[in-house]
């Protein structure tokens, strides 16, 4: 069965460095997301990503934050500059989801993200 | 702001009860409604989707949806051990051509042999 999956599974990173997560979306999807989670709290949405764009982002995706789809298959996360509470549960989701009635987002395995 | 709220638990069953888990949404255009199932330290898991007004069965789990009441609901049947870990509910909101996922905070099913 078709899944999205991530790397790292857990990177730990000192605070200022950069951060690269990487998603390979299901591969006749055309939606593609990444939400974070903070342990013990919500999960909660960064980005989507359509058509080789950002087709929204939330108040958390400021500039510290960047998405890529370098190449056909890989969708990456970057995050500057990393502060303390940039340590969370990042995931990466994708869906075919057109219009109003969506098909869900299915979810990679996550990438633990530790800033220390 | 578009919000889910869920009851955050615990929700405490004993092993072959039923569990009933409520959600409720404030965006009254949403058109679809997602269950998810969270294991500690795991991804969502997708469960059920449910589109329509009224009930969805699949299995174990029923989801039911009352659009006009902007509520949905997910009962467990023969709730097992298995079963406990934190249900999400998960609201797609359309907007600008483009759709989200706005997640609630999780309700924790914990169910007891």
């Known amino acids: 069965e078709p899944e999205v999956t991530q790397t790292p599974s857990h990177q730990v990173t000192q605070m200022g460095q950069e951060v690269i997560l990487r998603c390979v979306p299901i591969?006749?999807?055309?939606?593609f997301y990444w939400y974070r989670q903070i342990l013990g709290q919500k999960v909660e949405f960064l980005v989507s990503?359509?058509?080789?764009?950002?087709?929204?982002k939330s108040e958390i995706f400021d500039d510290q934050f960047s998405v890529e789809r370098p190449d056909g298959s890989n969708f990456t996360l970057k995050i500057r500059s990393t502060k303390l509470e940039d340590s969370a549960m990042y995931f990466c989701?994708?869906?075919?989801?057109?219009?109003?009635?969506?098909?869900?987002?299915?979810f990679g395995q996550g990438t633990r993200l530790t800033v220390v | 702001q578009k919000e889910v709220e869920q009851n955050s638990g615990p929700l405490s069953v004993p092993e072959g009860a039923i569990a009933s888990l409520n959600c409720t949404y404030s965006d009254r255009g949403s058109q679809s409604f997602f269950w998810y199932r969270q294991y500690s330290g795991k991804s969502p898991e997708l469960i059920m989707s449910?589109?329509?007004?009224g009930d969805k069965e699949d299995g174990r789990f029923t989801a039911q949806l009352n659009k006009a009441s902007q509520y949905v609901s997910l009962l467990i049947r023969d709730s097992q051990p298995s079963d406990s870990a934190t249900y999400l509910c998960a609201v797609n909101t359309f907007s600008g051509g483009y759709n989200k996922l706005i997640f609630g905070a999780g309700t924790r099913l914990a169910v007891h042999p």
């Open positions: 990503f359509y058509n080789n764009e950002i087709s929204e």
């Open positions: 449910i589109y329509s007004n």
């Open positions: 989701a994708s869906s075919t989801g057109t219009g109003g009635s969506a098909s869900p987002a299915f």
């Open positions: 591969s006749n999807h055309l939606y």
